[in-house]
């Protein structure tokens, strides 16, 4: 498929590093350090979006593959403080970790495919590109 405006932007948008990363960056490390970054008992609390109402079977698929290659479990958020907050946006991206708080986890045109949602949830999880 061809790339929308949106998704040609995210690749030239000076906001974000490596076109999709939001946040501080280490080049140096493909996993962020430190613990406060880290989310307890492997356990992340999200929302989907209205803005994606059209797209919750590919978010599914994106959760359910991250189930089925690690011990992390994305459940729906009730109450927590602190979760991700997928939602449809101009480009796609997150930041790298856990941050205090909605954690917004944007999916723009052009990048709803289940591959872009397992590529940014593993950047809410802490990971860098390789």
Not at 15 to 35: K, M, P
Not at 101 to 120: A, N, W
């Amino acid at each position: 498929p061809t790339q929308s405006a949106e998704a040609r932007m995210a690749l030239q948008n000076p906001d974000l590093f490596d076109r999709d990363i939001a946040g501080e960056y280490d080049a140096d490390s493909n996993e962020i350090a430190g613990n406060h970054y880290r989310r307890p008992k492997a356990r992340v609390p999200y929302v989907i979006d209205s803005s994606l109402s059209n797209a919750p079977g590919v978010i599914q698929q994106g959760i359910n593959d991250s189930h089925m290659h690690t011990c992390v479990r994305f459940v729906p958020r009730t109450n927590e403080d602190i979760y991700i907050r997928v939602f449809k946006g101009q480009v796609f991206y997150s930041h790298v970790g856990k941050i205090n708080g909605q954690q917004q986890l944007s999916l723009g045109d052009g990048c709803l495919y289940v591959g872009t949602v397992v590529h940014e949830l593993g950047h809410a999880l802490g990971f860098y590109h390789e």
